[in-house]
């Protein structure tokens, strides 16, 4: 009787070798990135139990296969239509590959289940969270602070303070979700989502919409910066302040995040037509209506969502400020 031959496991050993690395380094690979949070964190354990598990299964199976394919090949001398011995039935293999999956899916449901409550993260009665109510809109984040504040596309939440974002949607189905921080949550139309956690450490964290939410989805991302506590406190109020009294920066914030997404930061035109130098820019009253309407016409090209919904009256006002000051001119002709 010949051996099988070593070559094609020792090539196929070596190719998972070389290629192991490479899947484990970082973003690059299958690692999800390091979470900034304790629950995010708890995310990751569950994914690598679940990744070990499956790829011990794939390596269980996958030998088998290769194993087989070489030990039961078709030898010299053996005529091509010759069949294997026919084998029916076997109780003890049939029992140990109907219980061991079920087993392997059970102990990853009871894992799941065990880690629910610290991935959920509920605040506790002495917790405090900073509560920020979170609308997602075609094709941006409206964040609303306790204090009155609105900012367009950036959180700022305190370090190690819980944070709880209440999530809603004033159209389609959109989903929040910055990896570095947690899982993700969608923002549904009627309904009021919770997500909570609490930042373990200062810095920028980027996200992105991760629900297909119409044409201009991909740039529907978001950003949040975790900043110490009193830091946030003299934003807050340093904002409460100017966003009362329109001297904040929140007029070019809503330009950029709401219009420029679709009519170009210098109003010039992307997606949406050229509206810098527009008429209508400079008439207050039918501007609002606009806003709040969009437009629903039945040429595919001409549909604005009715974007300004749920803006506090000031925001309007910092936006119309704002066009005024910078988009009142049609931009120059590029040259060439
Ligand atoms: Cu909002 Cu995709």
């Given at each position: 009787?010949?051996?099988?031959?070593?070559?094609?496991?020792?090539?196929?050993?070596?190719?998972?070798?070389?290629?192991?690395?490479?899947?484990?380094?970082g973003?690059?690979?299958?690692a999800?990135?390091d979470?900034?949070?304790?629950?995010?964190?708890?995310?990751?354990?569950?994914?690598w139990?679940?990744?070990?598990?499956?790829?011990?299964?794939?390596?269980?199976?996958?030998?088998?296969?290769?194993?087989?394919?070489?030990?039961?090949?078709?030898?010299?001398?053996?005529?091509?239509?010759?069949?294997?011995?026919?084998?029916?039935?076997?109780?003890?293999?049939?029992?140990?590959?109907?219980?061991?999956?079920?087993l392997i899916?059970?102990?990853?449901?009871?894992v799941?289940?065990?880690?629910?409550?610290?991935?959920e993260?509920?605040?506790?009665?002495?917790?405090?969270p900073?509560?920020?109510?979170?609308?997602?809109?075609?094709?941006?984040?409206?964040?609303?602070?306790?204090?009155?504040?609105?900012?367009v596309?950036?959180?700022?939440?305190?370090?190690?303070?819980?944070?709880?974002?209440?999530?809603?949607?004033?159209?389609?189905?959109?989903?929040?979700?910055?990896?570095?921080?947690?899982?993700?949550?969608?923002?549904?139309?009627?309904?009021?989502?919770?997500?909570?956690f609490?930042?373990?450490?200062?810095?920028?964290?980027?996200?992105q919409?991760?629900?297909?939410?119409g044409v201009?989805?991909a740039?529907?991302?978001?950003?949040?910066d975790?900043?110490?506590?009193?830091?946030?406190?003299?934003?807050?109020?340093?904002?409460a302040?100017?966003?009362?009294?329109?001297?904040?920066?929140?007029?070019?914030?809503?330009?950029e995040?709401?219009?420029?997404?679709?009519?170009?930061?210098?109003?010039?035109?992307?997606?949406?037509?050229?509206?810098?130098g527009?008429?209508?820019?400079?008439?207050?009253?039918?501007l609002?209506?606009?806003?709040?309407?969009?437009?629903?016409?039945?040429?595919?090209s001409?549909?604005?969502?009715?974007?300004?919904?749920?803006?506090?009256?000031?925001?309007?006002?910092?936006?119309?400020?704002?066009?005024?000051g910078?988009?009142s001119?049609?931009?120059?002709?590029?040259?060439?």
């Amino acid at each position: 009787m010949s051996r099988p031959k070593l070559a094609p496991l020792l090539a196929l050993l070596a190719l998972g070798l070389i290629l192991v690395p490479g899947a484990l380094a970082g973003n690059g690979g299958i690692a999800p990135p390091d979470s900034a949070t304790a629950n995010g964190s708890d995310i990751n354990e569950l994914y690598w139990i679940v990744i070990g598990i499956t790829a011990a299964v794939f390596l269980v199976v996958e030998s088998a296969l290769v194993w087989f394919l070489v030990r039961f090949r078709r030898r010299p001398g053996t005529a091509f239509d010759e069949d294997g011995p026919q084998i029916h039935g076997n109780t003890r293999l049939e029992l140990l590959w109907t219980a061991v999956p079920l087993l392997i899916l059970v102990a990853i449901m009871v894992v799941t289940i065990v880690k629910v409550p610290s991935v959920e993260a509920k605040p506790g009665p002495g917790d405090d969270p900073l509560v920020v109510r979170v609308e997602a809109h075609q094709f941006y984040w409206e964040y609303h602070y306790p204090n009155g504040v609105v900012a367009v596309d950036r959180l700022r939440v305190p370090v190690d303070r819980p944070v709880q974002l209440v999530l809603v949607s004033v159209d389609v189905a959109h989903s929040w979700w910055v990896p570095a921080l947690t899982g993700k949550r969608d923002a549904i139309p009627g309904r009021t989502n919770r997500l909570n956690f609490t930042a373990r450490r200062t810095g920028t964290f980027r996200g992105q919409c991760a629900e297909f939410c119409g044409v201009q989805h991909a740039v529907m991302r978001t950003r949040v910066d975790v900043v110490p506590a009193a830091e946030l406190d003299a934003w807050l109020a340093e904002q409460a302040r100017a966003q009362a009294a329109g001297t904040s920066g929140l007029g070019r914030e809503t330009w950029e995040g709401v219009c420029a997404k679709c009519h170009g930061l210098d109003g010039s035109g992307d997606i949406g037509p050229q509206i810098a130098g527009n008429a209508q820019l400079t008439d207050a009253t039918g501007l609002a209506q606009l806003l709040a309407d969009g437009k629903d016409s039945s040429q595919v090209s001409g549909y604005m969502p009715p974007v300004s919904e749920g803006w506090p009256e000031r925001q309007f006002q910092a936006l119309f400020d704002y066009l005024a000051g910078n988009l009142s001119t049609a931009p120059a002709q590029q040259g060439g």
